[in-house]
């Protein structure tokens, strides 16, 4: 296969083609293959091989008359057209003899893929002078980033148009929980329920607990939402939090809120305010306050707790040890999804999206004989493409069983309470 080869698939395929499951079904293939070469989502590569197929600009109404879909449909997407804007891939242009705008590939995009090359666009130059940088520098409600990451007061923003679509496989019961959450939080939603909770006094703040074990898919769930409801988000560094100076990690929990504060008054879209791992410092309370170290350890509970007491943005944070949270956080989180152990059809589907030529039936028997998270499942899928690069051809049933047994270190598979993500 080739980015040509590929392309011209999508093109063919998506006309007409409603965006119906059974069009996404049977390009997965391709987008799969584009995806990973392109670093583009599946909707943004529709879009450039139509642009490709179509080479002039086109407006909402000519996406949706060669899709077949309407114009609202069609306009439900455009947050990825903006993302190729951003991405450098697509330009605005005005349709002059229809006094409409449309949009059309950069020129560079159709002739390097055209010849099986990744297009890769030139960064914007700015310029930026000495009075500039001094104003920036000197004004300390400036919370500025750039395209990808920011670090400041012990954390990392991560833009939600970095973050790489990745499907997800989970049980109906947590399936259903996620995508309820993820309707909840989709911009005009979310907007909307808080201006309710204002009108009764309500806090408007959504906090909620990711819950199980490990390679379960709690993070990428996270990152998941983010880049679906079109939400930056700030990830907070627990293991910088922490220092032995005196006071000062107190001090840096307070900056990771008020730093948040300052990231949504500046943003359109409230951003996400992550904890990744949060038992480490949602973790329990001690009665022996003697050593300084426990009182400080105590304090930066209360400082939490008593900022999601009041907290009006949106708040996720995960663990693997629910057990070792303080009881106080409980009713602090509106939402707790705990994600369970997968039923074995959910990890055959998981098995056969990670290990691309492995038949239903192989992947079923991976499934039945081998109790795997998603994490260990991309491990040996990892293993598998390693043998692939060196060899030339795919493992055998047998040798990827080989894979299984040293995933579990030689002992008996571990019967985690585990859901499944696909990479």
Not at 254 to 266: A, G, K, Q, S
Request: charged share 25%; net charge negative; hydrophobic share 35%.
């Amino acid at each position: 296969m080739t980015i040509v080869t590929a392309i011209i698939q999508i093109i063919k395929q998506s006309l007409n083609s409603h965006l119906s499951d059974d069009f996404w079904k049977n390009c997965e293939t391709y987008l799969a293959y584009l995806r990973t070469q392109l670093g583009l989502t599946n909707m943004q590569i529709v879009f450039v091989a139509i642009l490709l197929e179509r080479d002039y600009a086109m407006s909402w109404t000519d996406f949706a008359s060669y899709l077949d879909i309407t114009n609202f449909e069609a306009r439900t997407h455009a947050n990825e057209l903006e993302e190729l804007i951003i991405k450098g891939w697509i330009s605005k242009s005005d349709i002059s003899y229809r006094d409409e705008m449309g949009y059309k590939l950069v020129p560079e995009v159709g002739a390097t893929l055209l010849n099986n090359q990744v297009f890769v666009p030139e960064p914007p130059s700015t310029s930026v002078d000495e009075d500039t940088t001094e104003n920036v520098e000197d004004d300390d409600n400036n919370y500025g980033y750039d395209d990808n990451t920011r670090q400041d007061c012990n954390l990392i923003l991560k833009s939600y148009t970095e973050i790489q679509e990745k499907p997800l496989f989970f049980n109906p019961s947590e399936q259903q929980q996620i995508r309820h959450l993820t309707n909840l939080l989709s911009p005009k939603k979310f907007s909307s329920i808080q201006r309710r909770f204002q009108a009764q006094n309500i806090q408007k703040g959504f906090a909620s607990l990711f819950y199980g074990g490990p390679g379960t898919g709690k993070t990428e769930t996270v990152y998941q939402i983010a880049r679906q409801t079109g939400r930056d988000v700030m990830l907070v560094d627990i293991a910088s939090l922490r220092t032995s100076f005196v006071g000062e990690s107190l001090k840096n929990m307070r900056n990771v809120f008020n730093t948040y504060r300052v990231l949504c008054d500046i943003s359109d879209v409230t951003p996400i305010l992550f904890f990744n791992e949060a038992d480490g410092v949602f973790n329990k309370r001690t009665t022996n306050t003697e050593r300084y170290c426990d009182k400080e350890e105590n304090a930066m509970q209360n400082i939490i707790l008593q900022e999601m007491e009041d907290f009006d943005g949106i708040l996720i944070a995960t663990t693997n040890l629910a057990c070792n949270l303080d009881e106080a956080f409980e009713r602090r989180f509106l939402y707790k999804i705990e994600f369970n152990k997968p039923e074995t059809e959910v990890k055959a589907k998981i098995w056969s999206s990670m290990l691309k030529k492995l038949s239903k039936k192989d992947a079923l028997h991976l499934a039945t004989h081998y109790d795997f998270s998603g994490g260990q499942i991309e491990n040996i899928a990892r293993k598998r493409t390693i043998d692939y690069i060196l060899s030339g051809r795919y493992a055998s049933l047998d040798e990827i069983e080989t894979y299984c047994r040293s995933e579990v270190f030689g002992s008996k598979a571990e019967h985690h309470h585990i859901a499944g993500f696909t990479a």
